[in-house]
């Protein structure tokens, strides 16, 4: 496994939360970072990302303003603060590293996954 998420659990409507992805065996300090999450019966969606120099951010409209997305130098670990979480931002999430330098907003231009960390959003 060279992506390990961490950090989800069960939170109340309002509350926050840190996700963190620690990279093993290698870093990503070329690469783009990602977070993409999928809820039940739905397809996995994008959630924010990181480009490889870290100076480039980017947000899904639904998390913009809510979610924070940084790493550090070496990029062997990406956190996802997450604040003001709401019910709808229920789901599994996932750190991903893309193939190559810059942000993309598609599943498929990601290359190492983690495994998902569960975050649940009470109402």
């Known amino acids: 496994v060279q992506l390990q998420a961490s950090g989800g659990g069960l939170v109340q409507a309002g509350d926050s939360l840190r996700l963190s992805c620690t990279a093993s065996v290698r870093t990503f300090s070329s690469n783009a970072m990602g977070w993409f999450r999928q809820a039940p019966g739905k397809e996995r969606e994008f959630v924010a990302g990181i480009s490889w120099s870290g100076h480039s951010t980017y947000y899904a409209d639904s998390v913009k303003g809510r979610f924070t997305i940084s790493t550090d130098n070496a990029k062997s670990t990406v956190w996802l603060q997450m604040n003001s979480l709401k019910p709808e931002d229920t789901a599994v999430y996932y750190c991903?590293?893309?193939?190559?330098?810059?942000?993309?907003?598609?599943?498929?231009?990601?290359?190492?996954w983690g495994q998902g960390t569960l975050v649940t959003v009470s109402s």
């Open positions: 991903a590293a893309a193939a190559g330098a810059w942000v993309s907003r598609r599943p498929d231009d990601y290359n190492y």
